[in-house]
Each structure stands twice: as structure tokens, then as C-alpha cells.
């Protein structure tokens, strides 16, 4: 079990729901034959949704919540070896499966993943705070809020605080 902070604001289905992945995350095109396992997965955390919200034959911008393109291609994944056995989907696959309790020794690189890109102290996280209050819009960068969606974190007022706070900023006012 890990002991690293790890505290997503949405949960693997509520991610599906807001359009992730462009539709095909499990998809026949995405990756490799899906197992028997992840099968018994996607029924348990997906059973009553459209299936063209994950399992799409075709990766397509229209299905994320921000209507473009975000991520990189299976190959690339492959290629940066960001994959364990367990999970030959990535790092979603290993959060759906984190998200109903399973616990395994791959845990606590998945979340020092995790919070390098949108932890407290995560870059996308950080950089998309930072234009938002220099800015004072919300609807900014919608391709660093894409793909903090596919890290299973959305923005929001709270955290927006908490980084005026840790960098001695005057927080805006009103949003956008």
C-alpha cells in the first residue's frame, strides 16, 4: 500500500462521463486485445455507458470535454516504457483498478507519476493555476485542462486558492 499523497478530484468513470481519450481508450485501434480481466474491469466501472465513451474504434477530438486532441499515441507510451505488465493499458487502467481497491506493488510509481504532472506540487497543474490568475480565465488552455483530465483531476476554485496561497499571490476575485 502506498503511503504517497495521491488525491484525483474524479474518479475513472466520472472521467469517461466528461469525454477522455477521445472515446477510445480501450478501443480496438488503442492497444493491445483486451484480457479476459479488463473486460470484467470495464463491465464493473463502466456497465450502463456508452461504449463509444471508451471503447471507440477511433480516437476522435470530439469526445473529450474539450473538443481537441490531447495525449500521445500508444506507441509513444510504449516506447517511453511507461507501461507494467499488470496494466498494458497505462496509467488509467492502473487508476480504474486503484479506484476499486486493488493494491499492488506498481502503486507508488504510478502516483509519483501522478503527482509530478498534476500533484500539489505538479507541473500542469502549477503551469494551468498560473495562467488562470494571470488571466483571470477559467476557459484557458483547454489542452493542459485535457490532459489533467486524463489524470483524473479537473480544476476548481479550492485548489486555485491554495496556489495563491503557496505562491504569495493576491487571489482573483471573480472567475473569468
Given at each position: 500500500?502506498?503511503?504517497?499523497e495521491f488525491?484525483?478530484?474524479?474518479?475513472?468513470?466520472?472521467?469517461?462521463?466528461?469525454?477522455?481519450?477521445?472515446?477510445?481508450?480501450?478501443?480496438?485501434?488503442?492497444?493491445?486485445?483486451?484480457?479476459?480481466?479488463?473486460?470484467?474491469?470495464?463491465?464493473?466501472?463502466?456497465?450502463?455507458?456508452?461504449?463509444?465513451?471508451?471503447?471507440?474504434?477511433?480516437?476522435?477530438?470530439?469526445?473529450?470535454?474539450?473538443?481537441?486532441?490531447?495525449?500521445?499515441?500508444?506507441?509513444?507510451?510504449?516506447?517511453?516504457?511507461?507501461?507494467?505488465?499488470?496494466?498494458?493499458?497505462?496509467?488509467?487502467?492502473?487508476?480504474?483498478?486503484?479506484?476499486?481497491g486493488q493494491?499492488?506493488?506498481?502503486?507508488?510509481?504510478?502516483?509519483?507519476?501522478?503527482?509530478?504532472?498534476?500533484?500539489?506540487n505538479g507541473?500542469?497543474?502549477?503551469?494551468?493555476?498560473?495562467?488562470?490568475?494571470?488571466?483571470?480565465?477559467?476557459?484557458?488552455?483547454?489542452?493542459?485542462?485535457?490532459?489533467?483530465?486524463?489524470?483524473?483531476?479537473?480544476?476548481?476554485?479550492?485548489?486555485?486558492?491554495?496556489?495563491?496561497?503557496?505562491?504569495?499571490?493576491?487571489?482573483?476575485?471573480?472567475?473569468?
Amino acid at each position: 500500500m502506498s503511503e504517497l499523497e495521491f488525491y484525483p478530484n474524479i474518479s475513472p468513470r466520472e472521467m469517461i462521463q466528461e469525454g477522455v481519450f477521445g472515446g477510445a481508450y480501450f478501443g480496438p485501434n488503442a492497444g493491445p486485445v483486451i484480457s479476459i480481466e479488463q473486460k470484467k474491469l470495464i463491465k464493473e466501472l463502466f456497465y450502463d455507458m456508452d461504449k463509444n465513451l471508451y471503447m471507440a474504434k477511433k480516437y476522435l477530438p470530439r469526445r473529450n470535454k474539450f473538443k481537441i486532441r490531447s495525449g500521445m499515441p500508444y506507441e509513444y507510451w510504449l516506447k517511453m516504457n511507461w507501461f507494467d505488465k499488470r496494466d498494458p493499458y497505462g496509467w488509467f487502467e492502473w487508476y480504474c483498478k486503484y479506484s476499486i481497491g486493488q493494491r499492488v506493488k506498481d502503486d507508488n510509481r504510478q502516483i509519483r507519476r501522478w503527482q509530478k504532472f498534476t500533484g500539489r506540487n505538479g507541473r500542469w497543474r502549477n503551469n494551468i493555476y498560473k495562467k488562470i490568475h494571470y488571466s483571470n480565465n477559467w476557459n484557458i488552455s483547454p489542452r493542459v485542462q485535457q490532459s489533467l483530465l486524463h489524470w483524473g483531476y479537473t480544476i476548481n476554485r479550492e485548489d486555485y486558492s491554495l496556489w495563491c496561497m503557496m505562491n504569495n499571490r493576491v487571489e482573483n476575485e471573480k472567475e473569468g
